[in-house]
T-cell receptor, first 106, second 121 residues
């Protein structure tokens, strides 16, 4: 199974800040990388697929970049509703493994 | 609308089995893999594997091979995940989610509401 490593595991930020989260794969996964947001008690929601494609309905302040083994999720201007936990996931090969998560706190 | 609706919470004793269902509606069931993901209390997301509802073919994560069985009933657009020989560390919320079978690089765009499984003596 492909291993996914996220950093940092948590971060503190303020409304309006630019925030970046990184994800590294244990082998090259081309651009088969997805990002999810999860709020407490809720199922995750898909933000970004194929490394940089914005899922329908997701605000444009979210963006993704990277290829091969290194990827980044960026939130250009953090909003109050963005405080949550973010996960990367590879979709290169089954099973589709997740990173450990990054909790974005105030 | 497109949705996945899961069965209700379960409480099981160690050593027992549990079977969780995931009913799809609003789309063609056989066009999307159903993946199963679990989340232990306070922990991250863990992929258990997937089933192709069209063929019935499965791929299981190494950790769960021999302990999990994924099946489907296309007549009622429902997928199932059965976990056997339960242990206390199987206590978690179990989610189903869909991914398109055709095309590559897509994520899990629709999720079930989650099913809490508690394993306790």
């Amino acid at each position: 199974d492909i291993q996914m490593t996220q950093s940092p595991s948590s971060l503190s930020a303020s409304v309006g800040d630019r925030v970046s989260i990184t994800c590294r794969a244990s082998q090259s996964i081309s651009t088969y990388l997805n990002w999810y947001q999860q709020k407490p008690g809720k199922a995750p929601t898909l933000l970004i697929y194929a490394a940089s494609s914005l899922q329908s309905g997701v605000p444009s302040r979210f963006s993704g970049s990277g290829s091969g083994t290194d990827f980044t999720l960026t939130i250009s201007s953090l909003q109050p509703q963005d405080f949550a936990t973010y996960y990367c996931q590879q979709s290169y090969s089954a099973p589709l493994t997740f990173g450990g998560g990054t909790k974005v706190e105030i | 609308q497109v949705q996945l609706v899961q069965s209700g919470a379960e409480v099981k004793k160690p050593g027992a089995s549990v079977k969780v269902s995931c009913k799809a509606s609003g789309y063609t069931f056989t066009d999307y893999y159903i993946h199963w993901v679990r989340q232990a209390p306070g922990q991250g997301l863990e992929c258990m594997g997937r089933i192709n509802p069209n063929s019935g073919g499965t791929n299981y994560a190494q950790k769960f091979q021999g302990g999990v069985t994924m099946t489907r009933d296309t007549s009622i657009s429902t997928a199932y995940m059965e976990l056997s020989r339960l242990r206390s560390d199987d206590t978690a919320v179990y989610y189903c989610a869909r991914v398109p079978i055709f095309g590559v690089g897509y994520g899990m765009d629709v999720w079930g509401q989650g099913t809490t499984v508690t394993v306790s003596s």
